[in-house]
DNA sequence: TCCTAACTTGGACTTTGTCCAAGTCAACAC
DNA sequence: GTGTTGACTTGGACAAAGTCCAAGTTAGGA
């Protein structure tokens, strides 16, 4: 992740402590953490954070591209710092867990130009839904 | 959408003007609206229903499989009254609109088993995103 | 070392959704 | 038709998730 922090250098960006600290949570466990786990994270190395500053960074690294917002639940948002290989979601009915996946193929070969309706259409998210082997009866 | 007030009634259903007025709702328009709006709508046939109960409703209408409960934004949810038509959305990222699209071929058909890690993956959710007509620059 | 625009902070505020005790009423029995 | 009762509704308090802002701090260039 030190890639990270050098592009966001790159992009103008002053690299304070505390965007120092958001990546590295990020970086540290791969998984898709919501924005006030990532502040509790943060915390631990960085008692003072507040929680706007987390919200800001983490708006900041999605608009930049280099992580993705989830929303496979309706409720909290979920970061996912894989943003660099393309890949869907699959998501445990039972306890939440998330798995990144990746199906083969084009997921937008499958919608014909006729049910576009006009529109520019420029990817797709899948959820898979399922139950993971500790939540399945 | 008198098929679906009996289908509640023969579920045991009491039939409420709530009830009646928030089914009604999500049948007049064939849009995706979120609770509040839905709340907004009923509250123009019938003035004193409250929040809780199209909450209330709406969660049952989901939980007995009428209406499906649409995710595309980490915002608000969305509840769709087309739940007896297999179907995914088309949403755009400039205004939000959403509609309902036909891909066609089975969205499961293109997760291998060995990117399921054990789960007993049921379905598929899709939402294809671009911009749409109104939006394009 | 200084300066300044960019960044951070904490707290107030909004939106979205849940919960509950008290009151109301649809549907059944008669 | 009337009475009864458990299911339903209500309003308001509460919780969770996210946004906004004025005031204070600081990274990094001059």
Redesign the pocket.
Known sequence: MSDLLERL?AR????????RVVAEVLDGEHVHL???EVHARAVAH?P??????????L?ELVALGEVLEVATD????RYDPNAHRAHQHLVCSGCGAIRDVHPHGDPLAALPPAERFGFTVSGADITYRGLCPDCRP
């Open positions: 250098r103008g960006w002053r690299l304070t402590s505390q965007r919501t924005a006030d960085l003072e954070i507040s929680r706007a500053t987390v919200y800001n960074t708006g309706g409720r909290a948002r």
